[in-house]
């Protein structure tokens, strides 16, 4: 339902809209979204993980949303409790899916 100008520099490629837990109830909404924790991610992050709305220089906004509404959920399981699990975990999962092939 979007017009083609709503995007910007869209790849040829599936990307990652987000992970996502299935209970929200106990989010922590005011862990707010830090980038230096995932400063080791970035090159990944804007390869499979792109923000294709902003376009700012960082495009960060993406995440920053998507760690927000779905991390700080996901983060109460131990292997998802910090940005840098979860984004990395998110990451893992599409190269252990061959959603290109």
Partial sequence: QMNANDCHDPPKYWTIHGLWPDKAEDCNR???????????????????????????????????????KHGTCAATLEVLNSQKKY???????????????
């Fill in 30 to 68: 005011t862990w707010h979204f830090n980038v230096t924790e995932i400063k080791d991610l970035i090159l990944d992050m804007r390869h499979y993980w792109p923000d294709v709305l902003h376009s700012s220089l960082n495009r960060t906004q993406f995440w920053k949303h998507e760690w927000s």
């Fill in 87 to 101: 984004f990395g975990k998110a990451l893992e999962l599409y190269q252990h899916v061959d959603l290109n092939g």
